[in-house]
């Protein structure tokens, strides 16, 4: 108990913006790593925007910076290149199509399970690209592989 009277999450930390590039550079490549405050993140500069998100895929922890990006249902998703797993740029959406089994002449419709994997903030600021971690207290799947025992960090970009 803290001495207001109200319990912190020990995990719930703020954080400050990293610079982690240079714009320049993002727009010819269109990806980058980082790691942020101990944190693996990937960045991706898609049709005019920047997002950034934990770099390991929610599922079994495959390397979204190798995966690639195609629209589904009109949503930008980066395919993760292990089990092909579909995640919304925008959101950490994980996609999956279902088809109604009372009716299988129906077309399959895209459908989301919700936030997967967790999104980052990216800002640019006089030609420099920073990176915000979420402090979004739900838990989020990709969680997983970004903390505790199963995080992984690469140096290499
Ligand atoms: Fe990404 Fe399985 S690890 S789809």
Not at 48 to 71: F, K, N, V
Not at 77 to 91: M, N, Q, R, S
Request: hydrophobic fraction near 30%; aromatic fraction near 10%; glycine fraction near 8%.
């Amino acid at each position: 108990m803290d001495l207001d009277g109200s319990e912190q999450d020990p995990e719930m930390k703020e954080y400050s913006s990293v610079c982690v590039g240079r714009e320049v550079d993002m727009k010819k490549s269109e990806r980058m790593t980082a790691v942020v405050h101990d944190r693996e993140v990937v960045i991706f500069y898609h049709k005019g925007e920047y997002h950034a998100m934990d770099i390991r895929c929610y599922h079994s922890g495959g390397p979204l910076h190798l995966g690639e990006i195609e629209d589904f249902d009109g949503r930008p998703c980066i395919v993760c290149p292990w089990h092909k797993y579909k995640i919304t740029l925008a959101t950490g959406e994980g996609l999956y199509q279902s088809i109604d089994p009372k009716d299988p002449s129906a077309k399959p419709k895209w459908c989301s399970k919700g936030i997967k994997q967790r999104i980052h903030k990216v800002t640019v600021d006089n030609g420099n690209i920073y990176v915000t971690l979420s402090t979004e207290s739900f838990k989020c799947d990709s969680d997983f592989y970004a903390t505790g025992d199963f995080k992984v960090i690469k140096f290499s970009s």
